[in-house]
């Protein structure tokens, strides 16, 4: 069985500064690791995933997040945030040979860009 | 087009009411999801459907039932619920139900109140 851990529930943060969202996992086989984004009143966006090969992923709107085998960590990192990033993500697992496909998410961490 | 269509996206209904949930995907594809999330929690599992079947049942209660009609449709059918039943309703969709090499897209959600 997988767990995900994320270790700030809420991280206020004031426009243009760098946010860095923490994500641990506990996994006894190998995983395939995805942030997700849920803006208010809305549904779950992928923001990137790591499934092999590079240990950084970045997505279009800024976001990067590095694999790290050994401390068993995916954190999410943006240089520089807009008020529009203000939403809640999650940190996400699933295991090659997972029944169905099924992620298991991490509490979630609440992002509040300040002006 | 990535989109998951969810309807109705607000449902108020009392306990003694039977109603369904309607989830609607055009990308043609094959695996289908039921989550369930409580406010600030992440979304919990509850059914899977691999290519019109059922696949997973997370231990859900018989009082919500899903259908796959088709390849693009899910209902979930609900009938004497409970007020902890009230929560965001999420629908996600997968070419397959391949873990971690098939990415899940969501649709916006149903917000279930049950009175």
């Known amino acids: 069985a997988q767990s995900v851990t994320q270790l700030d529930s809420q991280v206020p943060v004031f426009e243009e500064a760098p946010v860095e969202l923490r994500c641990n996992y506990s996994s006894s086989v190998s995983v395939y690791l995805f942030w997700y984004v849920q803006y208010p009143n809305q549904g779950l966006q992928l923001l990137l995933k790591y499934l092999s090969g590079s240990t950084l992923v970045e997505s279009i709107n800024g976001f990067e997040a590095e694999f790290n085998k050994s401390q068993t960590s995916f954190h999410l990192r943006k240089p520089s945030v807009h008020i529009s990033d203000t939403a809640e993500y999650f940190c996400?697992?699933?295991?090659?040979?997972?029944?169905?496909?099924?992620?298991?998410f991490g509490g979630g961490t609440r992002v509040l860009v300040k002006p | 087009d990535t989109e998951v269509t969810q309807t109705p996206k607000h449902l108020v209904m009392g306990m003694t009411n039977k109603k369904s949930l309607k989830c609607e995907q055009h990308?043609?594809?094959?695996?289908m999801y039921w989550y369930k999330q409580k406010a600030k929690k992440p979304p919990e599992l509850m059914f899977v459907y691999s290519y019109e079947k059922l696949s997973i049942n997370e231990s859900v209660p018989s009082r919500f039932s899903p259908e796959c009609p088709n390849s693009s449709l899910l209902n979930l059918h609900l009938h004497a619920l409970q007020p902890e039943d009230s929560a965001l309703y999420l629908c996600?969709?997968?070419?397959?139900?391949?873990?971690?090499?098939?990415?899940?897209?969501f649709g916006a959600g149903t917000r279930l109140s049950v009175l």
């Open positions: 990308m043609g594809h094959r695996a």
């Open positions: 996600a969709s997968s070419q397959d139900s391949r873990a971690g090499l098939s990415i899940q897209y």
């Open positions: 996400a697992v699933s295991a090659p040979k997972a029944a169905g496909n099924k992620l298991t």
